[in-house]
Structures are given as structure tokens and as C-alpha cells.
């Protein structure tokens, strides 16, 4: 980037740092990359460095961004809350180390490297133990009080444990969204018509300032801790780690820490950690170099808003050249039209990448999106392909801007966006694409979960006419499928017996599948706990829905009208006469079964129930569920071949249940 040298370009460039500030922190709805911003950021240094007379009161080097929020109490933290100081390069680090040998007039220093977490900072105050206070970072000096809100956390201890705990610790931490979790939430946020959070931070962050503990509850947060507010009891960064995790407070895996002596040592950690970045199940953008002797914290003081005791040096985004060859149509079950940017294939953070979504026609308004640019694709979060930025200077002559079509691709229908939504949609409830999309969301894994009933095989069961409607599928037989290409004797019964298997669904996943507006998984539990069978629920009222905790008026309005459509009302009685049967079975966790408490991880397929069901009736007996295999793991349950997690379970001496005895220990 260019250096900036008059004053008016630096009064501009804070001014446009504030603005991406706002859109950053206030509202979580960045407009620019982190790397970005931090090559700004660093023009903004470098001129106030060369002219400190020219800096300005509102310069973003001088104050914490993260903004105080209506609707919560303001509190001051027991010692300030700083940002980091940012570095990209490896000479950096470097300069770094020279920097804190300098100031300490020291030869050798040992250094605490650790996972930079992109998350929301916050500090937790324990008194005597007890949980009784939790701050934003919030301007550095006073923050939110989000105590409910992080009280709803099922990792946060509320008490902690262990000997000789002290009568007050304040610990610092992040609060993360994994990327599982948000890439469900905003799979329901694009079929409910809102806008798409960007990165796992920006949803972290909305979600711990909801008024609402129950609509925080909801969005599965998770907490990491790494530091104290003061550092009497502690001599090391590196000890603060196991002291932590010894009082119960999650913190990072041992393997995801490290004590550094030199540049290669750093440098050797932060290239593994960049190297299985893709595989960490939340999002990191980097590592943190923090001095590890705490003593040294204090003589090192600060500089403007960062300690001068620690560095992030944050990975380069993993970003390629790309062109737009087209701008296509998504239609979702809801009716919500998404424009995609069909690419030329191209490789990306271990993946290769054809697709990405634009979003709106807002987000493609704003980036002066067009067929044919080349165009920068990164993954947003490192999950999400997304289209950075245009390479204007390769746009070819005669190029012209995208605009919405009015009518939907699929039936024709005039495309409607309603006042206040971004989203664009088709009306037309028999649009045979949203019908598509209806079907294949029922049969998926967020619905009834039919193995072997992939959208490839909906597709074709819709083409042929076999199904049109949900009932349909459990109609089909032996002689449609034959009918179909690549329908072999072992597919069809592989097919068959999952359709026959998936009848009997709990209550919550049969609402949920049934792909009603603005309801999710966590709306779908509170229906079914409030209602208790499915023919209750279709007499619940606007106002009886309104009483439901957690269900605002969009929810109720769209739930209730769901159940009045003459058109449901039938295939939800045509669902119920083949067979299909939603249970809910209340049940009082027994503290005495031999799952509860216990770990699982699941491996291969299960002939009589599906994984999905399994890890449901692992949860009603106070079980755990967990993707991968460690030592904490207490259960391998192993199906019909085993993928590599079987192997590492045999290595860790982790017992195995086979089917027969998972099913036999599970009703004992």
C-alpha cells in the first residue's frame, strides 16, 4: 500500500479507520478483511510515528475500539484490558525480540507462544470461587457486565476447583463461536432471509451482547482462558496456562502452547500451528508471543493501547486469484434467492473452490461485483469461500454492472423484497425449485437424517415424478428405484430400510424438518418440551406461541401459519397415516447409568439406528459427544467400517462398543 504523507490524508485515513471500527465492533458487520485493516492500521503508525504532532484524539492507535453497549451496566476492570500490537512478518518477530532484550538489558529471554483465538475478549471475576462478575473488554478501563450472558456457557465453571484457591482471581479470555455451530446458525440466517455474519467472530461477538441469556444460550458459545488481571501469584505466561486448567477453567490444549527461547523455536511452533490451522474446529487468525516471566510485564510497560510484553503475528490470509465466469441462482427452501459467483476452479486453504456465495444484491452493489472481473477469494473465517475484492485494473472493457433479476429463475414468479430485509424472494409456495429444496432439507442431516437420500438421488426421484411431497417418500418402492440409473439391489435396500428407519424421529427433528420459517433446532426443542406431540402443537395459537421462551413475534407469526395452510394440514396428516411417528419421551437424567458423564466419539454406520439418533440417545443418558478421539475420551462406539479415529482409539487404549454392546449397555 501506499505510504501516506500530507495531513489530510491522515485525517482521512482515521476517519475511515473509525467508520470500519463502527462496522467492526458496533454492528459485526465487517466490510474489510483483518489483513486488510491491518495494512492501514499500519500506514496510520508509520505517519504518527514520522508527525506525532499531527495525531489526532480519535486516532484508532490511541483507544480500544470495542464499544460499550446499551442495556448492560458498565463496570471497571481490575487492571486495563490492552490490544495487541500486530506483526506479519518473521524480521518483525525478530525486531521484536531485539526490542525486549534492549529494554531489559538481557541476553536470553523465554517466550509463551500461544493460539491467537478469534474471538471476543473478556475478563471473569471470581471471588471466594464463586462466578460473580464477567466484563467486555469493552474502552480498556470499563466494560459490559455479560454475567448472565457468560453464566450461559456450559464450559464456564461456575465454581472453581481444586486446593488453594485464592479469595479474588479476575481471568482473562475469549469467547468463540466453533465453526460447526456457525456454520448452522448461518445456514439459518440466509434461509430466514437476514445477513450473513461474516466470521465466527462477528457472530461470537453479536451473540454475547443479546439482552436475552436465553437467545445467548442458544448460540452455543464457547470460553478460553490464557491470562490473570494481576500476576502476584504467578511467575510464568507459561504457568498461568496449567494453573488455570487446574482450578477447572477451559483452556488451550498443551499441544496449542509452548515455551520459546528463540526466533526458530517461534517460528518452528507458528508453522505447525499454521499448518493444522484447518483442521482446529474454531477459528484462529495467528499466534501471540507474550514474554513468559510475568515480572517482566510491568517494566516493559505499554505504548499507546498495546503492552509492550507481547506480539500477535498473524498469518497471512491464504488468499488466490480468481475469475467470475458467471453469477447464478440459489434458491432455498424458504423462498430467499441467493446470487453465487460460479469461478474458475481454484485452490484455497486445502480445498479447491468453484463457488461462493455473494449473499445479496446489496453486498454485490457494494463490491462492484461483475461477470467476467477477476476477482481475490479467500475463505471467510478460513470456512466460508467469499469474494474479497475486485481486481478492478484487470476489468475488461464493456463490462456491466449485475442486477437482481425481478423474476425468479425457476417458475417466473415476480421476486419480492420485503421493507427492512435484504433478502430477496419468490412468493410462489408451489415453485417446483423451493419445493426441491423443501424435500431434500427434509430427508438431510439437520432433518429426518434418510441415509443414502442425498440431494443427487432427490433430485432424481423428483424428476422421474416418484416424489412430491414429503409422504411420497415413504411410498417409494423396489420397482421406482429400479427405474432410477445407478439403483443396484444393495442401494435399494440400503435406501429402503433407511426411509423405513427414519419414521421413528423424535418430535424436535420432525418440526424441524418440516423446514417451517424462522424455526432452528433450538426453536424446534422449545416447541416440542412445550408441546409434547405434534397434533398438539398444530392447535398452538399466535399468542400460545408467544409465551414459549425464546420465541419472538416473526417465529410465532410464521409457526402458526404454517399449521393454518390447508396444503400442511394435509401432508402433515399423509405424514402420519404411512407411518411416520415424532416421539417425545421426557426423561429424568439417571445419574447412576454407565454413560453418564462419559465421552463419545462415533465412528462407521450403525445398522439399526443412525448416528445422528445414537448421539441423541448418548445425550438422554447425560452422555457427551465428541468428534475426535484423545485420551479424555471414555467410549468408542464403532459401526460397520470404522474410519481412521478406530485405530487411534486401539492406540489410546479407549474402549470400543460394537453396536450389539452400545445398544445393550445403553438399556442397562
Keep these: ?79 486495563p484490558m490492552l490490544s495487541l500490537a500486530n506483526t506479519y512478518s518473521e524480521k518483525e518477530i525478530q525486531d521484536f525480540i531485539d526490542r525486549i532484550k534492549k529494554r531489559l538489558n538481557k541476553t536470553k529471554i523465554t517466550f509463551s507462544v500461544e493460539l491467537k483465538m478469534d474471538g471476543v475478549a473478556v475478563s471473569v471475576l471470581y471471588e471466594k470461587g464463586k462466578l460473580v462478575q464477567a466484563l467486555t473488554r469493552g474502552n480498556g478501563q470499563i466494560g459490559d457486565e455479560i454475567t448472565n450472558n457468560m453464566k450461559t456457557i456450559r464450559s464456564l465453571p461456575l465454581t472453581l476447583k481444586g486446593e488453594n484457591i485464592p479469595d479474588q482471581l479476575e481471568v482473562r479470555g475469549e469467547v468463540y463461536l466453533p465453526n460447526t455451530t456457525f456454520l448452522q446458525l448461518n445456514q439459518e440466517r440466509e434461509e430466514n432471509g437476514q445477513p450473513l455474519w461474516a466470521n465466527p467472530r462477528n457472530a461470537a461477538a453479536g451473540s454475547l451482547k443479546l439482552l436475552d441469556p436465553g437467545e445467548v444460550s442458544r448460540r452455543k458459545l464457547s470460553v478460553v482462558f490464557y491470562g490473570v488481571s494481576t500476576v502476584e501469584r504467578f511467575t510464568s505466561q507459561y504457568e498461568v496456562h496449567l494453573a488455570l486448567k487446574r482450578l477447572g477453567l477451559p483452556v488451550a490444549k498443551e499441544e496449542h502452547f509452548a515455551k520459546c527461547s528463540s526466533l526458530e523455536e517461534i517460528l518452528t511452533f507458528s508453522h505447525h500451528i499454521e499448518k493444522i490451522r484447518e483442521k482446529l474446529p474454531f477459528a484462529i487468525d495467528g499466534v501471540v508471543i507474550k514474554v513468559d516471566q510475568l515480572a517482566y510485564h510491568d517494566r516493559l510497560g505499554f505504548t499507546g493501547k498495546c503492552p509492550r510484553s507481547c506480539v500477535a503475528y ?70 466460508i469461500p467469499k469474494v474479497v475484492e475486485v481486481i478492478v485494473e484487470k476489468r475488461g472493457q464493456g463490462s456491466t454492472k449485475w442486477r437482481m433479476p425481478t423474476k425468479c429463475p425457476f417458475c417466473s414468479t415476480p421476486l419480492l423484497q420485503e421493507e427492512g430485509e435484504v433478502a430477496v424472494r419468490c412468493t410462489n409456495p408451489d415453485c417446483p425449485e423451493m419445493q426441491l429444496q423443501r424435500l431434500i432439507f427434509y430427508a438431510g442431516k439437520q432433518g429426518m437424517d434418510i441415509g443414502f437420500l442425498g440431494q443427487k438421488v432427490m433430485e432424481k426421484l423428483v424428476t422421474a415424478g416418484v416424489v412430491r411431497s414429503f409422504s411420497d417418500i415413504y411410498t417409494i418402492d423396489e420397482k421406482d428405484l429400479k427405474n432410477l440409473e445407478q439403483f443396484k439391489e444393495k442401494s435399494i435396500a440400503n435406501l429402503l430400510g433407511s426411509i423405513e428407519r427414519s419414521k421413528n424421529v423424535s418430535l424436535h427433528r420432525f418440526i424441524l424438518a418440516l423446514g417451517i420459517k424462522y424455526v432452528g433446532k433450538e426453536t424446534a426443542l422449545a416447541l416440542e418440551e412445550k408441546a409434547g406431540c405434534i397434533k398438539t402443537l398444530a392447535t398452538f395459537s399466535e399468542e400460545d406461541l408467544l409465551q414459549i421462551d425464546g420465541i419472538g413475534e416473526k417465529a410465532a407469526q410464521s409457526i402458526a401459519a404454517f399449521f393454518q395452510d390447508p396444503k400442511l394440514q394435509k401432508e402433515l396428516h399423509d405424514l402420519l397415516a404411512v407411518g411416520v411417528l415424532p416421539r417425545y419421551e421426557k426423561k429424568m437424567v439417571d445419574k447412576d447409568h454407565l454413560f453418564y458423564g462419559k465421552t463419545f466419539v462415533l465412528t462407521g454406520t450403525l445398522s439399526s439406528l443412525t448416528r445422528n439418533d445414537a448421539a441423541d440417545r448418548i445425550k438422554e443418558k447425560g452422555g457427551v459427544i465428541k468428534n475426535s478421539v484423545s485420551k479424555k475420551t471414555d467410549y468408542l462406539i464403532a459401526g460397520k467400517e470404522p474410519g481412521s479415529k478406530y485405530d487411534k482409539a486401539v492406540s489410546l487404549d479407549v474402549e470400543i462398543l460394537d453396536e450389539k454392546s452400545f445398544l445393550e449397555a445403553l438399556g442397562s
Design 314 to 383: 498473524k498469518f497471512a490470509p491464504d488468499r488466490v486469484e480468481s475469475q467470475i465466469e458467471s453469477i447464478t441462482l440459489q434458491l432455498g427452501r424458504t423462498g430467499v434467492v441467493t446470487p453465487v459467483a460460479e469461478l474458475t476452479p481454484v485452490h484455497v486453504s486445502g480445498s479447491t473452490i468453484s463457488r461462493a456465495t455473494l449473499h445479496n444484491q446489496e453486498e454485490i452493489a457494494r463490491k462492484d461485483i461483475r461477470i467476467g472481473d477477476f476477482v481475490w477469494v479467500e475463505k471467510g473465517g478460513d470456512v
Design 1 to 79: 500500500m501506499k505510504k501516506i504523507s500530507s495531513k489530510k490524508d491522515y485525517l482521512d485515513l482515521v476517519k475511515t479507520l473509525c467508520y470500519h471500527d463502527e462496522l467492526y465492533y458496533t454492528k459485526a458487520q465487517p466490510t474489510l478483511s483483518d489483513y486488510e485493516y491491518d495494512q492501514l492500521f499500519q500506514l496510520l503508525q508509520e505517519y504518527e510515528k514520522a508527525h506525532p504532532e499531527d495525531i489526532h484524539v480519535h486516532s484508532p492507535s490511541h483507544r480500544i475500539s470495542d464499544p460499550l453497549t446499551k442495556g448492560f451496566a458498565k463496570k471497571p476492570h481490575q487492571t
